[in-house]
């Protein structure tokens, strides 16, 4: 009597085979996308290293309570990018100082630079309000996230 049993071939099977390389296409899409902070210092409203809370230990989040910059810092009708903070503070008008995320929210770049109003991102050419974060041009369709900032005398902080 001969007995017909199924028994599966060893090794993954093809659905585990198709999603992992699926997500190791994704990763490497989403590298190719991060680019390099490196030049943020050479462009005009950028700042890296320079700022106390740069030092402070980097990264989003880290350094929260720790001064940004002072108000004296931030053009009117302009800003500064804080690349190692991820943050970008703007001064729409004299004396109101706002922070959105440095992250574009079309791609996740890094945006580079504050000029004529608008907050610009140098992947796809997103260009962002100064005021409110909001989508003035680009592929962009979101607009900056705000982030929590106190201004206390002539200092700027990320609020805790």
Known sequence: MTSASFHPAAGPARRTV???????????????CGGSDEDASSDTGSASSGSPSAEAGGGEGAGAGAALASTADIPEGGGMVFA??????TQPSAGEFKAFSAT???QGCAVKSVSD???NCPCHNSNFSITDGSVQSGPALKPL????????GDSIQLAG
């Open 18 to 32: 198709v999603a992992a390389a699926g997500a190791a296409g994704l990763t490497a899409v989403l590298a190719a």
């Open 84 to 89: 190692d903070q991820k943050v970008v503070v």
């Open 104 to 106: 574009c929210t079309h």
């Open 117 to 119: 109003g608008v907050i």
């Open 145 to 152: 996230p705000a982030v929590q900032i106190t201004v206390s």
